[in-house]
Each structure stands twice: as C-alpha cells, then as structure tokens.
C-alpha cells in the first residue's frame, strides 16, 4: 500500500460488487442497486473480508482480503457512533470516496491520483490514536482508478480496550516528553492565524513565537457560522466540539507533535522542551489578544498572552480518523462534514529525531 505522508489514519482497498458472495467474507448490511456502472470496478463479483487483530486501548490493526486479487479497494477506519446514522451507500459515497477526494485536494501539488491510495489483494494498517473503550467500524469498499464504487460498503466492528490514556502516554496518564519540572510563562508580541480549513472543518490555526525562543501552537474549534475566530472562551478539550481548543495528544508514532502545546525553539528549530495542553481554557478578546490559562499531562501551567495578529500559512493535516458525533471530517454527508481531522502542529522536530 502506498501511504501518504501525515495521513496515518489511512489505508487502500480492492474494488468488487456483491452481486456473489463467498463463504467468509463480511456481507454488508445494506446491499442496494449500484447508482452508476460498476463493470469495470469489481468485474469477478468479489467480496472483501475484513479481520482486526492486535486491539489495544489506542490502536488496532486492519487487514482486507478481496477474493479478486486483481480487484482495487480502500479502508479506513471510524468511530461506529459517527458512521451508524448512515446508509451503507452513503458512508461509501461520502466517506470513503470524500476522503480519497480529501486527501487527492490536499495534496494535488504532488500529482497523487486514486491509485496511489487503493489496495489490491491483500493489505493491513495499524490504526493508531484511538479512543479507549470505544467501538469503532473498519470499514472498505472497492473503488477504481477513477474513482468510482459500486456503493457497497463492507464492515467490521471492533471495541477497543479500556485505559486511562492516549498512545503517546507511559501508562500513567502522562504524554511522552511533556515537561514535569515547571511550568511555561511566555508572552508574544505577534501571532499567525490559518484560516484555510475553516469552511470544510470550522477550524482555525493560531502559531507564535517570540525572541525567546518559545512558541504556542493553538487548534480551535468554531462554530460553524464562524467566519473569523470568535471572541469568547475555549475549553481545552479533546471532544472537538465548538468554542474548544484541541487537547494534545503529544508525539505520534511517526514522531509529530500534535496541537495544542508550548514550548522552546533551539537556534536549529528543534524543540527542546515542550508543554502539551490537555485541559484548562484560552480566551479571546475583540481586541484580539489572546490569554492561555492551561495545564500539561504533568499538571503544570501554561500561561501565556499573546497580541499582534499576522496571517498565516497553512498547517499540516494529521489524520481524519479521531471523529466526535458532535463534530465532522471533510465528507459531506450533511451540511457539515462527519468528522473534524486532527491535525499535527507544524513544530515537527523533536530531539530525539535530530
């Protein structure tokens, strides 16, 4: 499979109809007439069997198999509550295409076409980051180089397992390399906003850094009428719903820091302490100053103030897999998307990467 670079929630499946079933594979639930010509996105009549092994609280792993080894698909993977309002063939159209589409837009610049996401045979991904205790859908559909479905959509339910915290956490409800000496206390005399994922997601970016050395990475959560960031106060959380700032959940496994956090800039741009921001609140005033009264995993403040508002380019797309029922993710099945991404902050050197 062919991943795609900050996309980890991601993986590529095989193209097949229903129309014959084979012992074994996961028969979807809603099998209905195909909404456009499907010959030449699953000829044999294939089906795709999906299995999820090695759960844990934060992760599992996702293998497809199409009993058309010639056939192409796509997988991903969501949170059942956000995915079970749907129709099998709406989830298809607007989930699974929308996120090839999604991702196809976000990086047109690199010529990717839908073959570079789809699978063919066999193929598996670890899902990682996700929610403890939750149950989820692993779900695949057949898709071709086109683009195109024949709108049947194959599912697996899985419940990940019980646990007190996130995939970047020791166990103990601390995130890796989040500072547990002191506090952080900076003020910043101008900061960036990114608006560029405010129509599909109500999302707005704020980054800043001063003389210092320290720098603030703030992802915020509007609402959707929002046309600007919008004055009044946010609760650092991770529920992605409006007037929030996103809680962070520290360093992925591809070694990324994740919005919200503070911290120090070495002279070679390398973080060399860090603050990751799961809980507290950052006000906006109409003025435009902003004040951060938060806490990191460790309990220790986060206090900063920050004026002089500049634009922004665009921050870095993480993953469209951590989904809220309250929030949404990029594919239209409604007048929002389904589930809000999770992005990455664009400070991605870590020490331990140098």
């Not at 007037?243 to 994740?258: F, I, P």
């Amino acid at each position: 499979m062919k991943k795609i670079l900050f996309i980890t929630a991601v993986a590529v499946l095989a193209l097949s109809a229903v129309s014959c079933k084979k012992k074994g594979t996961n028969e979807p639930d809603d099998p209905q007439s195909p909404s456009q010509d499907t010959t030449q996105v699953n000829p044999s009549g294939s089906g795709l069997n999906i299995s999820v092994s090695d759960i844990d609280a934060n992760e599992a792993t996702v293998s497809v198999t199409s009993s058309d080894p010639s056939a192409t698909f796509y997988f991903t993977c969501y949170e059942k509550s956000v995915l079970s309002a749907y129709s099998d063939k709406e989830i298809v159209s607007n989930v699974v295409i929308g996120e090839m589409d999604y991702i196809l837009d976000l990086y047109s610049q690199q010529g990717i076409t839908y073959s570079d996401l789809l699978s063919s045979g066999s193929d598996s991904y670890t899902f990682s980051d996700l929610d403890a205790n939750t149950e989820y859908w692993a779900i695949a559909a057949y898709v071709n180089a086109d683009g195109k479905s024949d709108g049947v959509l194959y599912k697996k339910a899985f419940t990940t397992k019980q646990s007190g915290s996130g995939s970047s956490s020791s166990g103990n409800g601390k995130l890796d390399y989040d500072t547990d000496s002191q506090g952080f206390s900076e003020n910043f005399t101008s900061y960036t906003v990114d608006k560029e994922y405010l129509d599909n997601y109500s999302i707005i970016f704020v980054n800043a850094e001063n003389n210092n050395g320290g720098f603030v990475g703030l992802e915020f959560f509007v609402p959707e009428t929002a046309t600007d960031l919008v004055a009044g106060d946010y609760t650092i959380s991770d529920s992605m719903s409006d007037m929030t700032v996103m809680a962070s959940e520290g360093v992925d496994d591809e070694g990324y820091v994740t919005y919200s956090l503070a911290g120090y800039l070495d002279q070679d741009e390398y973080i060399t302490d860090v603050w990751f921001l799961v809980s507290g609140t950052v006000s906006v005033k109409s003025n435009g100053t902003i004040s951060i009264n938060g806490v990191n995993s460790y309990g220790k403040a986060v206090k900063c103030t920050l004026t002089g508002r500049k634009s922004s380019a665009p921050a870095k797309m993480k993953r469209a897999l951590t989904a809220s029922s309250t929030s949404a993710n990029g594919f239209r099945l409604s007048q929002r998307p389904l589930a809000r991404p999770h992005f990455i902050s664009h400070y991605t050197n870590f020490p331990i990467f140098r």
